[in-house]
């Protein structure tokens, strides 16, 4: 057999094998989300929980943590409400909060005040948190998004909702006057950085200067696993478990990055040495 052959015959075989493995990986490529207002004059109780709920499956990266994986409690599962009144009742309580919604406020803004049993940083003997303040990076929640999260966890179990519907001036100077984002706008990520920002990575690894003890620290991650391992790990994160971690990263990462979002994390964590 000639070498023009053999050449051209390896050619078609690679070109297979990449449209193989192309077609494997997620195909939505996705349009940046229009960012919704909501009129605060038009603005409902119903419609404000609806908000906070947005935001905490969404932008607030709450689910991450808060599942039945054990990382965190389950907050969907739980009464939230009778579970804020045990909590002030617990002799370990050192916060300034007197009511469920000022202890939920208070978990979220300063998570360290107060640690469930069993929920702290490792070797912390449940004094530190390894959940971030909402309201700072890399999360970053506005008081109306917190607000709005809190009215949907005390109506999600039936309990009375005592946050205040926001006014004008409880809106961020951003906004439009008389207006509130309705869900949070996250564009396409065109950076690794915002990448990491967006699917909110830095809740349960180390990586840029976050620290969380969570998951395997990032920020050597390429010294220890090529491109294709780290591209496993993001598509099938329970194929293979770090030593001494729990399973517990989400198997749908990968359904929702766009192709131009997988590749920028791969390529960027492949990166950090």
Known sequence: MG???????????????FTVTANLLPQVEGEPPKEEKVDLGALTMDSFIALGESAFNGKGTCTLCHNNLGRAPDLLEMNVGEAAKERLADSRYQGKASDIE?????????????????????????????????????????????????????????????????????????????????????AAAATVEEAIAKYGCSACHSVYDTESPVGPDLRDVGSRLGEEEIRQSIIDPAAVIAEGFPAIMPANFAERMTVKELGLLVQGLAAMQ
């Not at 070498?3 to 094998?17: E, I």
């Not at 049993?117 to 909402?134: L, Q, Y």
């Open 3 to 17: 070498t023009l052959p053999k050449v051209l015959g390896f050619s078609l075989a690679l070109t297979l094998v």
């Open 102 to 186: 000022g202890y939920l406020r208070e978990s979220m803004t300063d998570p360290s005040i107060y640690v469930v049993a069993g929920f702290g940083k490792k070797g912390s003997n449940d004094t530190e948190s390894p959940m971030p303040a909402v309201d700072k990076k890399p999360i970053e929640l506005s008081a109306v998004q917190i607000d709005a999260i809190i009215a949907f966890l005390q109506s999600k179990d039936g309990n009375e909702v005592t946050v205040a519907l926001p006014t004008e001036a409880a809106v961020e100077d951003s906004e439009p006057t008389g207006t509130v984002a309705a869900t949070p706008a996250v």
